[in-house]
């Protein structure tokens, strides 16, 4: 089955850090384009970074120079470092994995990051 396992989303400090983890589970996900977005109540779904199989990376520009994806094909895991954080950084954080396999796209569960002094 496949399955997208998503975690160390909590509580930090304005200018404090967290690295997100996504984990998933089931086969192809070496060669599938993974990334993260974020989800606000009341405002529009935000893309924040994709990484493709190679390691190429794109970011939002609200948090490029703060924000570091990467990957480990090995593990089939993403990560999304999160330094700097700032309180409008506060949502629900979701990553993906786009399957070449079946040309379908994966979702993890989502985890809260809440930034507040």
């Known amino acids: 089955q496949v399955q997208l396992v998503e975690s160390g989303g909590g509580l930090v400090q304005p200018g404090g850090s967290l690295r997100l983890s996504c984990a998933a589970s089931?086969?192809?996900?070496?060669?599938?384009?993974m990334g993260w977005y974020r989800q606000t109540p009341g405002k529009q779904r935000e893309l924040i970074a994709v990484?493709?199989?190679?390691?190429?990376?794109n970011y939002a520009g609200s948090v490029k120079g703060r924000f570091t994806i990467s990957r480990d094909n090995a593990k089939n895991t993403v990560y999304l470092q999160m330094n700097s954080l700032k309180p409008e950084d506060t949502a629900v954080y979701y990553c993906?994995?786009?399957?070449?396999?079946?040309?379908?796209?994966?979702w993890g569960q989502g985890t809260q990051v809440t930034v507040s002094s």
């Open positions: 993906y994995a786009r399957r070449p396999l079946d040309e379908h796209t994966y």
């Open positions: 089931g086969t192809g996900f070496g060669v599938a384009a």
């Open positions: 990484i493709s199989s190679g390691g190429t990376t």
